[in-house]
């Protein structure tokens, strides 16, 4: 109840906040959107007075997030948004300009895709270092960096960066690295490429940046098509499916009931796969040669991967998020189905369908749905922040004092 009302209260500062066990989420609330342009908080910058009286800076205001990346700040970025459906060739055109930069950064939402980026650029002769959570591949005299987008250097100087699949700054629980890449990555250009709905969230937190904003909108290259029919039996299935579930305990299960039937050998992609494998099992499935003519995976394929895939089976519409089990949200549902029938792959036209017929009606609707417009954007305070904020803080915790800050407010 207290965190409710927390909630409620701090998203009149524009923040809101919830607190679960021990982690607090803020999620920033465009001012516009809720207030109304007149709306002023984001325009001051609060002071305390030190014991020595002298002004400084409030570490705990939180209004101001573009101030805490003062490299970025110092240049007029031009920021070009890509959006379009996937399969657009959005992504491609971003790393058309990263491979012509003097320097840069591509940041991912997987380490499947920086990898997959990584070696394009390598290949290209651009030397491109990998560095995710649980890799660092350094290539000598490399200017370019393929990086998880946690992993981004917001202290580095580029002339180009790419932010991949941009619409993940609303996710509960990462969205805060994209909104700490997109304020925070300082370099000439920036490429955003991702769903449509994050357009006008992202003009909005760019405002107060004076960086140029550009939108370049795309057409999907190939046609995807949604099928009438369930899958149905295993018996049906055929070289280039893709099965999507969403546990690793079913992966395999559904890998043994395909292999069972004689006529295919499976590749698997799960999240929890080290990378090595990961990597390897992509790369069988993805290789015309090789016998594992059919991947079975969770919705790690879901983000940007070009995989050779024709047709994307749904086991189920529905997974357990950490929390509960829910259906599929409309984007996530277009984004896995969108691994299907990729430009330039052996199946130049994709296909669509679920293991049950029951399923298929959620399916063809969220095709046919527009992803509902981002309004949140996640936030939290970089590592820094939080250091000299215990320091003025010394006996409060974090609760406490987003509290007292709400109290304050509510003072004014
Ligand atoms: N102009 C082009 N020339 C050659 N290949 C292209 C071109 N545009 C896109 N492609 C290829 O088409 C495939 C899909 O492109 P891309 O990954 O850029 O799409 P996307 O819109 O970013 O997709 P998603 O949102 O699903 O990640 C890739 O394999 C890419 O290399």
């Known amino acids: 109840m207290a965190s409710l009302l927390l909630r409620r209260r701090l998203s009149l500062l524009g923040l809101s906040c919830s607190l679960q066990r021990d982690n607090v989420e803020l999620c920033w609330v465009p001012w516009e959107r809720k207030f109304g342009s007149s709306f002023k908080i984001c325009g001051c910058l609060r002071q305390f007075s030190s014991s020595s009286g002298?002004?400084?800076?409030?570490?705990?205001?939180?209004?101001?997030?573009?101030?805490?990346?003062?490299?970025?700040?110092?240049?007029?970025?031009?920021?070009?948004?890509?959006?379009?459906?996937?399969?657009?060739?959005?992504?491609?055109?971003?790393?058309?300009?990263?491979?012509?930069?003097?320097?840069?950064?591509?940041?991912?939402?997987?380490?499947?895709?920086?990898?997959?980026?990584?070696?394009?650029?390598?290949?290209?002769?651009?030397?491109?270092?990998?560095?995710?959570?649980?890799?660092?591949?350094?290539?000598?005299?490399?200017?370019?960096?393929?990086?998880?987008?946690?992993?981004?250097?917001?202290?580095?100087?580029?002339?180009?960066?790419?932010?991949?699949?941009?619409?993940?700054?609303?996710?509960?629980?990462?969205?805060?690295?994209?909104?700490?890449?997109?304020?925070?990555?300082?370099?000439?250009?920036?490429?955003?490429?991702?769903?449509?709905?994050?357009?006008?969230?992202?003009?909005?937190?760019?405002?107060?940046?004076?960086?140029?904003?550009?939108?370049?909108?795309?057409?999907?290259?190939?046609?995807?098509?949604?099928?009438?029919?369930?899958?149905?039996?295993?018996?049906?299935?055929?070289?280039?499916?893709?099965?999507?579930?969403?546990?690793?305990?079913?992966?395999?299960?559904?890998?043994?009931?395909?292999?069972n039937g004689g006529k295919h050998l499976c590749s698997v992609v799960y999240g929890s796969l080290p990378p090595e494998t990961r990597t390897r099992q992509a790369t069988m499935f993805n290789d015309a040669s090789s016998e594992f003519d059919v991947l079975v995976a969770s919705d790690a394929i879901g983000m940007g991967l070009n995989l050779n895939i024709s047709r994307i089976i749904f086991s189920k519409l529905e997974k357990f998020d950490g929390v509960e089990m829910r259906e599929l949200t409309v984007p996530e549902i277009k984004q896995i189905a969108g691994r299907a029938g990729r430009y330039g792959s052996k199946f130049p036209v994709g296909e669509v369908t679920c293991l049950d017929a029951e399923d298929l009606p959620l399916l063809h609707s969220s095709l046919n749905s527009p992803s509902p417009i981002l309004e949140r954007a996640g936030l939290f305070p970089t590592f820094d922040f939080l250091f000299m904020y215990s320091r003025i803080h010394p006996k409060s915790g974090l609760h406490q004092i987003l509290k007292l800050e709400e109290f304050k407010y509510m003072q004014k």
């Open 54 to 259: 002298a002004m400084k800076f409030d570490f705990t205001d939180l209004t101001r997030p573009h101030t805490w990346y003062p490299s970025a700040r110092k240049k007029k970025r031009l920021v070009v948004l890509h959006v379009g459906p996937t399969n657009s060739g959005k992504t491609h055109h971003a790393l058309k300009k990263l491979e012509s930069s003097s320097s840069g950064i591509y940041c991912g939402p997987l380490r499947l895709l920086a990898w997959e980026v990584a070696k394009r650029l390598n290949k290209a002769e651009v030397p491109c270092d990998l560095i995710t959570g649980q890799e660092r591949e350094e290539v000598d005299g490399a200017k370019h960096k393929a990086v998880t987008v946690e992993m981004a250097d917001v202290t580095a100087e580029y002339d180009c960066a790419v932010i991949d699949e941009i619409q993940m700054l609303g996710c509960r629980t990462r969205g805060f690295s994209f909104t700490r890449a997109l304020l925070g990555i300082s370099a000439n250009e920036l490429h955003l490429c991702g769903d449509p709905a994050a357009v006008r969230l992202v003009q909005e937190i760019l405002k107060v940046t004076g960086d140029n904003v550009e939108v370049q909108c795309y057409e999907r290259l190939s046609p995807l098509v949604p099928l009438k029919v369930p899958l149905g039996s295993f018996s049906n299935i055929r070289t280039g499916d893709c099965l999507v579930t969403f546990s690793r305990q079913k992966i395999y299960r559904l890998k043994k009931d395909i292999e």
